[in-house]
């Protein structure tokens, strides 16, 4: 009886082993395989690519859950190229703790496009979100735009963006954000075009850009535009604490665009500026009448780094009329953009691009019209 009843005691024992380690098993995050594209995910967990795939799809891969790990695993997902059609790479909306790594997005409108909903102010709902090891090629608008908060954005290569043309003057990015506490970090970005009389950023901080640390990439262009203009780093309005330190510009019309009216402006805003390289800039900062930036910006810039090629603004009424027929639309548009702070040349020029039916050159009159400086 004593011997039934040890190995009755025995067997239990053993199942509830075998039970312990099926309960520990579970708990092991499982690898899911991607086989097969359009892929919604729609479950936590971790994700990995099986092969190259080429797509016709809006979005590839589309993230709907939160706590998600999607590793490419060293393949390409391609698109189209469409330069009328929009097509995303990976997509997501209001998504949590995601991480996109380790493989190659080509051909695509957004190579990544994570979207927040947040109606007004400071986008919330995306959030803790992680790009790293990528490699970005052929997009046409832009490489990866991110709106939410808590975004890491690091050790990528972007190259060659631009040629959308859905919109007449495209803008070509090649990393947007939209939101507060963003790290942009050692990533390689490498031609970002516009489109006609567009503008090309490498980087842009379009709003809300708090506390941002923007430090050790390394942003180049191999050219000037014909008609538009590039920024190597362009900081929108709403944006404080940022810090951009330890990268290197190179060939860009202008080294960064900044949103300050004065230095009181400047120092108010806690941004932090140092440690940058500014190589073979066209329109150099410390000349006011040729910058973007409404102040002289010698002290935004004082502990950076110009050096390389001395050479004629891409960006003055002068440079363009040396070039070009001012019979051009594009060449008016530009002439527009350039006498911005002059309200009357300024509607002069934007209007004789508009009769020739220049429509970016429309709109801008539109709103110059009801709202004059």
Not at 58 to 67: D, F, L, P, Y
Not at 129 to 144: A, H, K, P, S
Not at 205 to 230: K, M, Q, W, Y
């Amino acid at each position: 009886m004593r011997h039934a009843f040890l190995a009755k005691g025995l067997w239990v024992g053993f199942g509830l082993f075998l039970l312990l380690i099926i309960a520990a098993y579970q708990l092991i995050p499982r690898t899911i395989t991607i086989t097969q594209i359009p892929y919604q995910i729609k479950r936590p967990g971790n994700y990995k690519l099986a092969q190259d795939f080429f797509t016709r799809a809006g979005c590839a891969i589309e993230i709907k859950a939160n706590n998600v790990s999607l590793d490419l695993d060293g393949h390409a997902l391609v698109g189209e190229g469409s330069w009328q059609d929009i097509q995303s790479g990976i997509c997501a909306q209001d998504v949590r703790h995601i991480k996109i790594h380790n493989g190659h997005l080509s051909g695509f409108t957004y190579g990544i496009l994570i979207n927040d909903s947040t109606r007004s102010g400071m986008p919330q709902k995306s959030q803790e979100i992680e790009i790293r090891d990528l490699l970005l090629t052929n997009n046409t608008f832009r490489g990866i735009k991110i709106a939410g908060t808590r975004a890491r954005i690091q050790n990528n290569v972007i190259r060659r963006t631009g040629g959308f043309r859905k919109f007449q003057n495209g803008f070509s990015f090649g990393i947007e954000t939209y939101g507060e506490r963003f790290e942009v970090l050692n990533n390689e970005i490498e031609d970002t075009f516009p489109v006609s009389t567009g503008e090309g950023v490498a980087i842009c901080l379009a709003d809300h850009c708090n506390h941002c640390r923007i430090n050790g990439n390394r942003l180049r262009n191999s050219e000037l535009p014909v008609f538009g203009r590039t920024f190597a780093i362009w900081v929108g309005g709403n944006t404080n604490h940022t810090e951009i330190k330890n990268n290197v510009f190179t060939n860009f019309t202008h080294g960064f665009n900044g949103h300050f009216d004065n230095i009181h402006d400047l120092i108010k805003s806690g941004d932090v500026w140092t440690g940058n390289v500014f190589e073979d800039i066209s329109c150099l900062p410390d000349e006011k009448e040729h910058y973007p930036a409404r102040i002289t910006v010698k002290e935004l810039i004082r502990d950076n780094i110009f050096k390389g090629q001395k050479r004629a603004c891409a960006d003055t009424e002068k440079y363009y009329l040396s070039r070009f027929s001012q019979d051009l639309p594009e060449v008016q548009y530009r002439l527009g953009q350039i006498h911005m702070n002059n309200w009357a040349k300024a509607t002069f020029w934007f209007k004789k691009a508009a009769d020739q039916g220049h429509f970016e050159a429309r709109r801008v009159l539109e709103i110059l019209e009801k709202n004059p400086y």
